[in-house]
């Protein structure tokens, strides 16, 4: 086993250095440039950078950075945000976990008990949860959190459709239908000035793309089937 992390970035130069500092050096690191202005450059010479010509969001961003450690012959790869949310601290937790379960996804689970997370975040998170339930029969904690490590073979079998913010919860749902198993790791639920000023969630428009997904997906699951549903979810080959 092979362990990376991957540090999607648009317009966080600002921090992502230190994210990518922060990292030990058991672990590669593949930092996507998603078409930042200006162009990000990085200080560690152990990081490889990935620049995309013109912001392609998020999906466009992880899906590169898949692509990318799939060459350099990783197996698995953590994924971090690059504006501080998700603490490198826990990297150990997600490497241990993974280890002992090699072909599950390990998802981190935030604490919304916290009175710092916003009510809307609150809300997001409550909501996506539950179609997630509804669209595969499984609970889990914390269905929005990008802080998750994916077996690499795992991911590039799944037939992901939907781009942007959606992209990350449509994953989960096709690896639930591919009959992938998952598990968690509690971490901290971080939010402040810093890390709410650096999001680049648009509430309208992401909560309308999510809730058009999500119609989709629940058609797919109510009046298709298991079976079909399982063959939507997995490339053809």
Not at 3 to 8: S, W
Request: aromatic share 12%; with cysteine.
């Amino acid at each position: 086993m092979k362990f990376c992390v991957i540090i999607p970035c648009y317009n966080h130069a600002d921090t992502v250095n230190g994210v990518a500092a922060s990292i030990g050096e058991g672990l590669g690191v593949i930092v996507v440039d998603d078409g930042s202005s200006p162009p990000v450059r990085l200080e560690n010479d152990r990081c490889v950078l990935v620049r995309l010509e013109k912001n392609g969001g998020k999906a466009g961003a992880l899906k590169r950075g898949f692509e990318e450690a799939k060459k350099l012959g990783y197996t698995h790869a953590v994924t971090m945000d690059a504006d501080r949310q998700h603490p490198p601290a826990y990297l150990d937790e997600f490497v241990r976990a993974a280890k002992t379960f090699q072909h599950e996804i390990i998802l981190g689970t935030r604490d919304f008990d916290n009175p710092a997370v916003p009510r809307g975040r609150r809300f997001l998170n409550k909501f996506s949860n539950f179609w997630f339930w509804v669209e595969t029969g499984v609970r889990l904690g914390d269905t929005q959190c990008g802080y998750r490590c994916y077996p690499l073979a795992a991911v590039d079998s799944l037939n992901v459709k939907f781009r942007g913010f959606v992209f990350e919860v449509e994953l989960l749902v096709k690896a639930a239908w591919a009959g992938c198993r998952f598990r968690e790791v509690e971490i901290p639920a971080i939010y402040d000035e810093q890390t709410l000023a650096g999001s680049h969630y648009k509430p309208f428009s992401d909560t309308l793309k999510f809730s058009l997904m999500n119609t989709r997906l629940c058609f797919c699951r109510f009046f298709l089937g298991k079976a079909w549903c399982r063959d939507i979810a997995l490339k053809k080959k």
